[in-house]
């Protein structure tokens, strides 16, 4: 079994920064892409910005040039650091990771996701 620990998220005023943080942990041979996702009161679930495991980066056009996704593939973590917060950050933001457990078949696994509230 694999579990995604996620931490970081907090009440920020705007223009403020946060850096998210997810772990793995459990039976993991290797991971593929991680990513942040999140949801806002009333909306679906959206990307922010994922990683793939050569470090090649995609990004929701709302967070270019402010969020920057990174990963540690020695401590199985991603990371997000968030700059110029803007209150439309405000959401429940989640991980994503695709691992392999033994080297076969690759299975999405989601962290049980962290708050960010951006307010003044």
């Known amino acids: 079994q694999v579990q995604l620990v996620e931490s970081g998220g907090g009440l920020v005023q705007p223009g403020g920064s946060l850096r998210l943080s997810c772990a793995a942990s459990g039976t993991i041979f290797s991971i593929a892409t991680m990513g942040w996702y999140r949801q806002a009161p009333g909306k679906e679930r959206e990307l922010v910005a994922v990683?793939?495991?050569?470090?090649?980066?995609n990004y929701a056009d709302s967070v270019k040039g402010r969020f920057t996704i990174s990963r540690d593939n020695a401590k199985n973590t991603v990371y997000v650091q968030m700059n110029s917060l803007k209150p439309e950050d405000t959401a429940v933001y989640y991980c994503?990771?695709?691992?392999?457990?033994?080297?076969?078949?690759?299975?999405?696994?989601w962290g049980q996701g962290t708050q960010v509230t951006v307010s003044s």
């Open positions: 990683i793939s495991d050569d470090n090649r980066t």
């Open positions: 994503k990771a695709v691992v392999s457990p033994r080297g076969t078949r690759f299975y999405q696994y």
